[in-house]
């Protein structure tokens, strides 16, 4: 591989031929303020609203444009006079000379996106009623005429009108309540400028827990009813501002701080500036947090909302106060908000939590990238904004910024952060405004840095191996770099190796890599036990493929750096062998931190001999962390036919005092296990209570897993609407095994139009996992019309996936009727030889 073949420069299977580079917009006018008025009308889910811009006009065109879909225009005014406007059911064109105007829009809508009404109904009668918005990416045009593109910033005033008994709370602070009979207005002002995507409301039958931090007002709104679970959700929010405060050198940049939790939400939260509109579902119970325990419990939690609760509050400084000018380059927002996220992480819970938190990133980057497709961080080619809204922009880019920090020293990176945000303060920016920040405050040119990791696909692949010469008493290092084509060709990498020997002693070694292949040579007095690259993970984004015996696996689970403890427990699980399985049993037992404790049970269940089988249950009766435990229990699911698994399956799953998702896991793998008469515990799991239903999600996966002719009619009776939207979307995900069953794929083909996204972007991924060609219409048919970006990308890679299998199977079938035809030729040709010889 070489730069001569720049596969890099695009990746694979991201980019469609219909794909055109996508570049910022250019509206020809600027937003100084908008002041927006919406009347609820919740029983027929329409608004009516009125907005009205203050806008200087450069261009000289003589008109300018606003994005409003599908919405009944009213009247159009400039400077208070009637204007001349066009309106095509996408676009509002108002005819304006250039200059200073004030434009106002009335207007009446019925929203199918942008804003949500979630309200009682004939299937969901004890619903909490209540109405949100969401405009990330460029939804807030469905219901309010504006310039939808992240670079348009202005402040912004909104005055909603909602019935008596709700409460509405948007940008900004509160600068009054009116009581208007049978309804309340409720007005919001934010008098710092921000991006159109991120005017935000939300209304509803709602109860307020408010606090202060630091000079910081702070206020929560949650359902109706849940009010007792906001504690769980939120403590630690002040710490969270006090340390993003110090860190960057930036006090938060607003007037306040706020939380919607809603019902029904599209995503698990969004960073609308002060006002983040989350999930209900994260609001939770002290069980949920500390199984069997008192809150708080540090150490021991299970269920948390703490990362949800950080990464949108990063957004506050990283996609509020500096918002990324375009989607090519989103990472800006999210890359940052996922980092910071997991500094909080360090910063709170210590360093091994922070390691291991970014090594589960590592590992759902890798994951999208081996089975999905390589794309560069930035890119300017594809068609929905939603598509960049994925691994390698979430996971990948919070990866090259801990790398970065790890080039430049935390301090010089944290100058160059500072530099970042004050520089670009309220405004728009691109990622090379952070590359020359980053530069003037380190004094290094990073220009080599950004090509290989920021606008190149891919991630370096290393394979490393070593021997020790005692005649000249070197360590002999071959390590070279052998990712594929959809990556950067060589990678300038800054690496150490961590070399043990006995008695615990450690030295590091530090070196570059430049080369597809070297080969290093490092003094050693005696041998090693063992040798770790890159032994505190300082460089994030890479794949590590290392040849390591069993023996020297067992030294490095004696490290005392976490990366090298995971590094011989990936060792073991692949070989395997009996001494494998004691080493894996010891790090389970005795490993000080309960990631590798969990990554040594799942290791052991990949291994599946009697003997691990043994370890695992045995560690259910020792093993107190709620996580570790969730991690032995869906290890036991691989033992497939075993009695013993079952029934300490059972015993997890009937206990009460066990954590909801041990208990959820613990029904999945029952299933797994394969034994049918075990199917009677899963029926009655399905009526268990729990947090988000998991144990009811988990039963219906397990039933799923049995394929009985009875665990069908359950699946297909719980996608029903009326059932809750999480255990729907298990169910119908469930169904991808039973697609042979005309009931199914009936059902399916109305799942892929639910009303629900979650449910349609379910019914896609159960079409996945059976890759049946009967779907490919109404596949096609989502990947054009769906109202969510997602579903759109999502349908279309399915439908390409299921076409390249036909391919796969028609050239399968030439290549058989073609060895056929051979076949045939050479039994004539010996008939022909046979009847030579018998002539002769």
């Known amino acids: 591989m070489s730069f001569d073949k720049p596969g890099y420069l695009i990746g694979r299977g991201f980019v469609y031929t219909d794909y055109r580079p996508q570049f910022p917009r250019y509206y020809g006018y600027t937003v100084r303020h908008v002041r927006i008025r919406v009347r ?179 206020e929560n709104y949650v359902p109706r009813g849940m009010v007792d679970r906001a504690r769980f959700t939120f403590h630690r929010l002040c710490d969270m501002i006090k340390f993003y405060s110090e860190y960057t050198g930036v006090k938060y940049p607003w007037p306040n701080y706020k939380h919607a939790a809603v019902s029904e939400f599209i995503y698990g939260g969004m960073e609308n500036t002060t006002i983040t509109i989350i999930t209900d579902t994260t609001l939770h119970d002290e069980h949920a947090h500390c199984p069997g325990g008192k809150f708080p419990c540090p150490g021991m939690e299970d269920f948390t909302s703490d990362g949800l609760i950080a990464h949108e509050l990063a957004h506050q400084w990283f996609g509020d106060y500096v918002t990324t000018k375009d989607w090519a380059n989103i990472w800006l927002n999210e890359a940052f908000a996922t980092y910071f996220e997991a500094m909080y992480t360090e910063h709170a819970k210590g360093r091994d939590e922070f390691i291991y938190e970014l090594y589960q990133n590592l590992r759902s980057y890798l994951n999208e990238y081996g089975n999905r497709y390589a794309r560069p961080i930035v890119t300017r080619l594809y068609r929905d904004p939603e598509e960049t809204f994925d691994r390698h922009t979430y996971e990948k880019g919070s990866l090259v910024l801990h790398t970065l920090r790890n080039l430049l020293g935390d301090e010089a990176f944290r100058r160059g952060i500072n530099l970042y945000l004050t520089r670009h303060a309220y405004g728009n920016a691109d990622t090379e405004d952070l590359r020359k920040a980053l530069e003037e405050a380190s004094g290094q040119p990073l220009d080599w840095f950004f090509t290989q990791f920021v606008y190149s696909a891919g991630h370096p692949v290393i394979k490393y191996s070593w021997s020790y010469d005692p005649s000249i008493r070197m360590i002999r290092l071959s390590i070279s770099q052998t990712q594929g084509e959809d990556s950067y060709p060589i990678y300038r990498l800054p690496l150490e190796l961590e070399i043990g020997y006995s008695g615990g002693r450690t030295e590091t070694f530090r070196f570059e890599l430049n080369e597809r292949d070297a080969t290093l040579y490092i003094p050693a007095s005696e041998k090693p036990q063992y040798v770790c690259l890159d032994p505190q993970f300082k460089v994030g984004v890479k794949a590590v493929n290392a040849d390591k015996g069993v023996e020297e696996a067992l030294a490095e ?103 909801y998702y041990a208990r959820y896991r613990a029904a999945q793998s029952l299933g797994k296990v394969g034994i049918a008469e075990y199917g009677k515990y899963l029926v009655k799991a399905l009526d268990y209570p729990s947090h988000n239903y998991v144990i009811t999600q988990g039963a219906l996966q397990g039933l799923a897993e049995l394929g009985s002719e009875d665990a069908v009619s359950t699946l297909l009776s719980y996608t029903e609407l009326g059932k809750p939207t999480p255990v729907r979307v298990a169910a119908v995900q469930s169904l991808s095994k039973f697609v042979s069953d005309r009931r199914v794929y009936d059902r399916l083909r109305m799942l892929l139009k639910d009303p629900y996204f979650r449910v349609r972007f379910a019914a896609i991924a159960a079409v996945e996992g059976a890759l049946d060609p009967r779907f490919l219409d109404v596949l096609d048919e989502l990947s054009v019309r769906d109202l969510d970006g997602r579903v759109r990308r999502y349908a279309r890679d399915v439908a390409r996936r299921i076409r390249d299998q036909l391919q796969r199977g028609v050239e399968y079938a030439r290549l058989r009727e073609e060895i056929d035809r051979i076949r045939e030729e050479q039994r004539r040709l010996m008939d022909r030889l046979d009847r030579l010889e018998f002539k002769g």
């Open 557 to 659: 689970l004696g490290s005392g750096n976490l990366p090298c403890r995971l590094e011989a427990i990936d060792a073991l699980a692949r070989v395997g062998s009996a001494r494998a399985v004691e080493g894996l049993s010891s790090a389970l037992r005795n490993d000080k931190f309960w990631g590798v404790r969990a990554e040594a049970a799942r290791a052991l269940g990949r291994v599946g001999t009697d003997e691990a089988l043994k370890v695992l249950i045995n560690a259910l009766i020792a093993e107190q962390h709620p996580r570790v435990r969730q991690v032995i229990v869906e290890a036991l699911g691989n033992f497939r036919g075993k009695v013993e698994a079952a029934k300490a399956l059972v015993e997890v799953l009937e206990n009460t005092r066990e954590s």
């Open 40 to 218: 609820i009308d919740a029983s027929n889910k329409s608004i009516n609203g009125h907005v009205e811009y203050s806008i200087n006009v450069t261009t000289e065109r003589g008109y300018i444009e606003f994005d409003a879909a599908e919405m009944g225009v009213k009247s159009v005014r400039v400077d208070g006079t009637e204007a001349r406007y066009e309106y095509d059911g996408k676009s509002l064109r108002v005819y304006v000379g250039s200059g200073d105007h004030v434009v106002s829009v009335e207007y009446e809508a019925k929203p199918r996106k942008g804003l949500y009404f979630v309200m009682p109904d004939e299937y969901y009668r004890d619903r909490v009623p209540m109405v949100w918005t969401q405009g990330e990416s460029e939804d807030n045009h469905y219901w309010m005429p504006l310039p939808d593109y992240p670079n348009a910033k202005f402040t912004s005033e909104m005055e909603i009108i909602v019935p008596k008994t709700w409460i509405a709370v948007s940008n900004g602070v509160l600068v009054e309540s009116k009581d208007l009979g049978n309804e309340t207005l409720w007005h919001w002002k934010l008098d710092k400028p921000h991006s159109a995507y991120l005017i935000a409301f939300a209304a509803g039958e709602f109860e307020v827990i408010r606090d202060n931090c630091d000079g910081v007002p702070i």
